[in-house]
């Protein structure tokens, strides 16, 4: 029995030893997960709000499009997506390995909020576009003062499952050379050989992260529920 | 004996929903200041005449005319047309995400571009006044909160 106990302390320690000498490193690599994530999210939000919006348009032509675009990147990986803009685009045009991130993880989280969004606005009574209209607002005035502002907050909860999924997706860009979380701790796991304490170490920083992430989606959903 | 000005007037409207003939050579005036109260059975058709005057539906055949002027979806631009209408849903359909008093200023300020300041003033006796107030209550339910800070 002592034994056993002196194991895990043994394994503490040096679980604590090795996170708290590669911190630094560390941190340096959860300020590029941020802005990698935080970057592609707000271009991912703004995507899935247009092809929401093209999804639900009356004109075909506009939906077909949408419906495309969503079949093409919600049926292939994130990683081919983000190695085709980078590797497979090398003839055309260089992106460095950040924006090529970027770029890969908007457009791959903005197919599902756009799939998200869509659901949203479609759950809005019917009758609300039509008391926009019948007080003389454009479809456009309606869509942007009544039925966007009443489908967000439906779709926080989901749009805050969405964010938490493409945070940890960026881990996906340490492949093409970003050092973020994940890139810091297989670099340091292959130069100590110590594989599984580094991954435990980055395993705690996305738990940290996705933490607050979701105390702060359910303060947000909080402050909804009471003005709803 | 003071006749006033005709604000509405209906000839001949036909509404049908796939078979159903709901509306049948609908004639009906409406004179300035005029309140008139439509009777009728479950399912008769007085929403679909609503809707039908405030465009939210179209009419298959007959005239509609507001203030003397035939109005027709093809040739008039219907949010305008809306702007000169008042209407209240069976259902309310009131904005569930804005106050009672921002239910009340959403169209004058944002469709008719009144001063939002001059609107909160207007705003203010209504919604002490009118009982429709009290409907719109049950909706919102931080409402008392906007009575005590307005
Ligand atoms: N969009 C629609 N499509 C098909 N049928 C409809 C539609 N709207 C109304 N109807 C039908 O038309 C008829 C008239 O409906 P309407 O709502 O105008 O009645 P109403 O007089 O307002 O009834 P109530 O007193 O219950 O409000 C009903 O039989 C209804 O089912
Ligand atoms: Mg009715």
Same mark, same amino acid.
């Given at each position: 029995m002592?034994?056993?106990?002196d194991?895990?302390?043994?394994?503490?320690?040096h679980?604590?030893?090795a996170?708290?000498?590669?911190?630094?490193?560390?941190?340096?690599?959860?300020?590029l997960?941020?802005?990698?994530?935080?970057a592609s999210?707000?271009?991912?939000?703004?995507i899935g709000?247009?092809f929401?919006?093209?999804?639900i348009?009356?004109?075909?032509?506009?939906?077909?499009?949408a419906?495309?675009?969503?079949?093409?990147?919600r049926?292939?990986?994130l990683?081919v997506?983000?190695f085709?803009?980078y590797?497979? +685009?090398v003839e055309?045009i260089?992106i460095?390995?950040?924006w090529?991130?970027?770029?890969?993880?908007?457009?791959?989280s903005?197919?599902?909020?756009?799939?998200?969004?869509?659901?949203?606005?479609?759950s809005?009574?019917?009758?609300?576009m039509?008391?926009?209209s019948? +007080?003389?607002?454009?479809k456009?005035?309606?869509?942007r003062?009544?039925?966007?502002p009443?489908?967000f907050?439906?779709?926080?909860p989901?749009?805050?499952?969405?964010f938490?999924i493409?945070?940890?997706?960026s881990? +996906?860009?340490?492949?093409?050379?970003?050092?973020?979380?994940?890139?810091v701790?297989?670099?340091?796991?292959s130069n100590?050989?110590?594989?599984?304490t580094?991954?435990i170490?980055?395993?705690v920083?996305?738990?940290?992260?996705?933490?607050?992430?979701t105390?702060?989606?359910?303060?947000?959903?909080?402050?909804?529920?009471?003005?709803d | 004996m003071?006749?006033?000005k005709e604000?509405?007037r209906?000839?001949?409207?036909?509404?049908?929903?796939?078979d159903l003939?709901?509306l049948?050579?609908i004639?009906?005036a409406?004179?300035e200041?005029d $309140?008139v109260?439509?009777?009728?059975?479950?399912?008769?058709?007085k929403s679909?005449?609503?809707?039908?005057?405030?465009?939210?539906?179209?009419?298959d055949n007959?005239?509609?005319?507001?203030?003397?002027?035939?109005?027709?979806k093809?040739t008039?631009?219907l949010?305008?047309?809306?702007?000169?209408?008042?209407?209240?849903?069976?259902?309310f359909?009131?904005?569930?995400?804005?106050? $009672?008093?921002?239910?009340?200023?959403?169209?004058?300020?944002?469709?008719?571009?009144?001063?939002?300041?001059?609107?909160?003033?207007?705003?203010?006796p209504?919604?002490?006044?009118?009982?429709?107030v009290?409907?719109?209550m049950y909706?919102h339910?931080?409402?008392?909160? $906007?009575?005590?800070?307005?």
């Amino acid at each position: 029995m002592p034994q056993f106990l002196d194991k895990i302390i043994d394994s503490v320690s040096h679980f604590w030893s090795a996170f708290t000498s590669s911190y630094d490193l560390f941190l340096e690599g959860l300020w590029l997960t941020l802005k990698l994530s935080a970057a592609s999210l707000l271009i991912a939000f703004v995507i899935g709000l247009f092809f929401a919006i093209l999804k639900i348009s009356k004109f075909k032509p506009l939906e077909w499009i949408a419906d495309a675009y969503i079949w093409i990147i919600r049926g292939t990986p994130l990683i081919v997506q983000i190695f085709v803009l980078y590797y497979g +685009l090398v003839e055309f045009i260089i992106i460095p390995p950040f924006w090529a991130g970027v770029i890969g993880l908007a457009i791959h989280s903005g197919a599902y909020i756009a799939e998200i969004i869509r659901g949203a606005i479609q759950s809005i009574d019917k009758g609300q576009m039509e008391a926009g209209s019948s +007080l003389g607002m454009t479809k456009f005035q309606t869509m942007r003062r009544i039925i966007l502002p009443q489908a967000f907050r439906r779709a926080v909860p989901s749009l805050g499952n969405q964010f938490i999924i493409g945070i940890k997706d960026s881990s +996906l860009v340490s492949f093409i050379g970003a050092q973020e979380l994940f890139g810091v701790s297989s670099s340091l796991g292959s130069n100590s050989f110590d594989f599984l304490t580094f991954y435990i170490v980055v395993a705690v920083y996305y738990l940290v992260i996705v933490l607050v992430l979701t105390a702060v989606v359910n303060v947000i959903e909080k402050r909804m529920a009471k003005s709803d | 004996m003071l006749t006033n000005k005709e604000i509405l007037r209906v000839a001949k409207l036909n509404k049908s929903f796939g078979d159903l003939h709901v509306l049948k050579d609908i004639d009906l005036a409406v004179d300035e200041s005029d $309140v008139v109260v439509l009777i009728g059975a479950s399912g008769s058709g007085k929403s679909t005449l609503l809707r039908c005057l405030n465009f939210l539906e179209f009419k298959d055949n007959g005239a509609i005319y507001l203030e003397d002027e035939k109005i027709e979806k093809e040739t008039h631009n219907l949010n305008q047309v809306r702007q000169r209408i008042g209407m209240v849903f069976q259902h309310f359909n009131l904005f569930p995400h804005k106050t $009672v008093l921002e239910n009340i200023i959403e169209a004058p300020i944002h469709v008719k571009k009144y001063l939002r300041n001059k609107q909160l003033k207007k705003g203010k006796p209504y919604w002490t006044k009118s009982d429709l107030v009290t409907n719109m209550m049950y909706i919102h339910r931080h409402c008392l909160e $906007v009575k005590n800070n307005v």
